[in-house]
């Protein structure tokens, strides 16, 4: 079986600053790591994702995550945030093969002007 | 190109009730996942359809149930609501059995059990 913890449930920070949403896993077998994005009042996007290959991915708006398998975290991070970042992030993580996510408690990010 | 989309959007039930959620994937996906998001939680995992078939299970009581129909679209059933069945249900679709392919959400339906 496979857990996510994601260590903060809250982060504010001040726009234009870099912030980072940490994110560790436990599983006894291969995995794939996700990000999801929530918007309020909406579903889920998919952020970004890690299958196989480089440990470091990267989104279209600027965000990163990086793979690390010693450690077992996928932290996410942005060098810049925006007002539009305000969200709740989530950390997932899939056996390969299975496809059902398991999903983290969730980082409520606050950008403050 | 239409998304997943989930109906209705809101509902409010009372406790004892049945209520059935409907989903359609995105187009040209062909396996559902059913999700359900307590307030302030992380979605948890219910069931998966593919080829009309339930899949996987997470630790939900038989109370929960699914169907697939030959369009892929897909309905959820719960049976003698409870209170603590309110939340955000999200219904996932993506392609193929096993792989890795991306698995885009609705926008849910807000269940409120009275």
């Known amino acids: 079986a496979q857990s996510v913890t994601q260590l903060d449930s809250q982060v504010p920070v001040f726009e234009e600053a870099p912030v980072e949403l940490r994110c560790n896993y436990s599983?006894?077998?291969?995995?794939?790591l996700f990000w999801y994005v929530q918007y309020p009042n909406q579903g889920l996007q998919l952020l970004l994702k890690?299958?196989?290959?480089?440990?470091l991915v990267e989104s279209i708006n600027g965000f990163e995550a990086e793979f690390n398998k010693s450690q077992t975290s996928f932290h996410l991070r942005k060098p810049s945030v925006h007002i539009s970042d305000t969200a709740e992030y989530f950390c997932?993580?899939?056996?390969?093969?299975?496809?059902?996510?398991?999903f983290g408690q969730g980082t409520r990010l606050t950008i403050n002007p | 190109d239409a998304g997943v989309t989930q109906s209705p959007t809101h509902l409010i039930k009372t406790r004892g009730q049945q209520v059935t959620l409907r989903c359609s994937p995105k187009?040209?996906?062909?396996?559902v996942s059913w999700y359900q998001q307590a307030l302030g939680q992380g979605p948890q995992f219910i069931f998966q359809?593919?080829?009309?078939?339930?899949?996987q299970r997470g630790n939900f009581p038989d109370r929960f149930s699914g169907h697939q129909f030959p369009n892929y679209s897909s309905e959820l059933n719960v049976n003698a609501l409870l209170l603590g069945d309110s939340a955000l249900y999200l219904c996932?679709?993506?392609?193929?059995?096993?792989?890795?392919?991306?698995?885009?959400f609705g926008q849910g339906t807000r269940l409120t059990v009275v």
């Open positions: 996932a679709s993506s392609l193929g059995w096993g792989g890795a392919g991306e698995a885009f």
């Open positions: 599983s006894s077998v291969s995995v794939y």
């Open positions: 890690y299958l196989s290959g480089s440990t």
């Open positions: 997932a993580v899939s056996e390969r093969g299975a496809q059902k996510l398991v």
């Open positions: 187009s040209g996906h062909d396996t």
């Open positions: 359809y593919y080829e009309e078939e339930e899949r």
